[in-house]
Every structure is written in structure tokens, then in C-alpha cells.
């Protein structure tokens, strides 16, 4: 099981920054991907950024070049730095880990999970 915990969303001007922070506590067999989504309302959940297995990135075209995507396998965090933000940026962003878990009989299955959400907001 994994538990992921999000903190730095806020109120900010276009134009400004914000990082946002996802832990992960718990544990499972394998993390193939990890990153951040965001919904806007009455939109559905896209992606953002993440990492994925081999540790290579994969950005949403909307924030190629103004967000950045990192993170610290020893703390088990992955950041979101968001640079140059827009109106058009606002949304609940949320980290997410997909993966597998080992069953009690062995066998792999596949996992996924989401933080609470937390609130950009990008006032013009």
C-alpha cells in the first residue's frame, strides 16, 4: 500500500511559480509510473508530467518548458515546479503512482494511486 500526501498549491499571478510536493510512504513491488495529473472543473483528469520506468520524463505539450518534474528516491517525493504559470494552469493537481503489488498468492497486480488534491489557482 501507498499513502501520498501533496502540500504547495495556492493562489499565485500569471506569470509566477509554485512547487508542489508529493510523499509516498508504504511500499509496493514495483512503481512504473509517478507524477502529477490536474482537473480542472468541468474537465477531465490529464496528465502533467511523470516519471517513468528507466527514469526518463513525460511532459503534457500545455507545460513542456515552463514545468519540471523531479524527484528523490531516497525520501520517496516527486516535485512539481511550475514556472511561468497561466490562468489556463489552474486545477486541482494530484500525484500519482501506478504500478504492481505481489498478492498473498504471488501473483502481480496492478496498482494505482492518488493523493487528495491540492488547489492551483492563477489569477490573470
Known amino acids: 500500500q501507498l499513502q501520498l500526501v501533496e502540500s504547495g498549491g495556492g493562489l499565485v499571478q500569471a506569470g509566477g511559480s509554485l512547487r508542489l510536493s508529493c510523499a509516498a510512504s508504504?511500499?509496493?513491488?514495483?512503481?512504473?509510473?509517478m507524477g502529477w495529473y490536474r482537473q480542472a472543473p468541468g474537465k477531465q483528469r490529464e496528465l502533467v508530467a511523470t516519471?517513468?520506468?528507466?527514469?526518463?520524463?513525460n511532459y503534457a505539450n500545455s507545460v513542456q518548458g515552463r514545468f519540471t518534474i523531479s524527484r528523490d528516491l531516497a525520501k520517496n517525493t516527486v516535485d512539481l515546479q511550475m514556472d511561468s504559470l497561466k490562468p489556463e494552469d489552474t486545477a486541482a493537481y494530484y500525484c500519482?503512482?501506478?504500478?504492481?503489488?505481489?498478492?498473498?498468492?504471488?501473483?502481480?497486480?496492478?496498482?494505482?494511486?492518488w493523493g487528495q488534491g491540492t488547489q492551483v489557482t492563477v489569477s490573470s
Open positions: 500519482n503512482v501506478q504500478g504492481a503489488r505481489r498478492s498473498s498468492t504471488g501473483y502481480m497486480l496492478p496498482v494505482d494511486y
Open positions: 508504504g511500499s509496493i513491488s514495483r512503481i512504473n509510473t
Open positions: 516519471f517513468v520506468s528507466g527514469g526518463s520524463t
